[in-house]
């Protein structure tokens, strides 16, 4: 299994502006998830694109992939208070999510 | 609610001590994965076990071992506690070994002294 990498490393925004926060990853991959972690706590699973998508949405999130470039992108619209936490993308072909260091994103009210 | 608890939520040991965490996966979840977090990583593979069998292992020394039992809930033991094991420690389940989506426990906040 591989770590997915994420940039940028922190994120400060406003309420109401969008957050995109990158991914990229080494080998090849049978699908690629984003998972959300407030603060200490246990992470929660958002998305997940697999690798013969392109983009996919989820209310105000929006997961892009392009396996020629190995990366992956996730845009919060609208972004809320509520949306602050760290954000980690995780590979899935061997089944066993590993992670990145993740973004951190701060959005002030 | 992820339906996976994980037990107790904070502890605090004493170097060379040994320790054991709890997990309590969704019923019907037959694969559990633990993670090692540091402060400001990101979560680390530790082992995963399919049907109370190791199948899977992070770069983790031997002194990290694990338990699954029948009823759903499994252990992560640590001997030897260092100061570096200080972190916060997950448990994932997932319906079965090949799926997609594993739902996490909260953690413990494991302090070593």
């Known amino acids: 299994s591989q770590q997915g990498e994420e940039d940028p490393q922190a994120l400060s925004i406003q309420e109401g502006e969008n957050a995109t926060m990158n991914c990229s990853y080494k080998?090849?991959?049978?699908?690629l998830q984003w998972y959300r972690q407030n603060s200490g706590r246990g992470l929660v699973h958002l998305i997940l694109?697999?690798?013969?998508?392109r983009e996919k949405h989820s209310g105000r999130l929006r997961v892009t992939l392009d396996t020629s470039k190995k990366s992956s992108s996730l845009l919060i619209t609208a972004s809320r208070a509520a949306d602050t936490a760290s954000y980690f993308c995780?590979?899935?072909?061997?089944?066993?999510?590993?992670f990145g260091r993740g973004t951190s994103l701060i959005v002030h009210p | 609610e992820t339906g996976v608890t994980q037990s107790p939520t904070h502890l605090i040991k004493t170097r060379g001590q040994q320790v054991t965490l709890r997990c309590s996966s969704q019923?019907?979840?037959?694969?559990v994965s633990w993670y090692q977090q540091a402060l400001g990583q990101g979560p680390q593979f530790i082992f995963q076990?399919?049907?109370?069998?190791?199948?899977g292992r992070g770069n983790f020394p031997p002194r990290f071992s694990g338990l699954q039992f029948p009823n759903y809930s499994s252990e992560l033991n640590v001997n030897a506690l260092e100061l570096d094991d200080s972190a916060l420690y997950l448990c994932?389940?997932?319906?079965?070994?090949?799926?997609?989506?594993?739902?996490f426990g909260q953690g413990t906040r494991l302090t070593v002294v």
């Open positions: 994932a389940s997932r319906f079965s070994a090949g799926a997609t989506e594993a739902f």
């Open positions: 080998t090849s991959i049978n699908n």
């Open positions: 694109i697999r690798s013969n998508e």
């Open positions: 995780g590979e899935g072909g061997s089944y066993i999510p590993t």
């Open positions: 019923s019907g979840h037959n694969t």
């Open positions: 076990y399919y049907r109370e069998e190791e199948n």
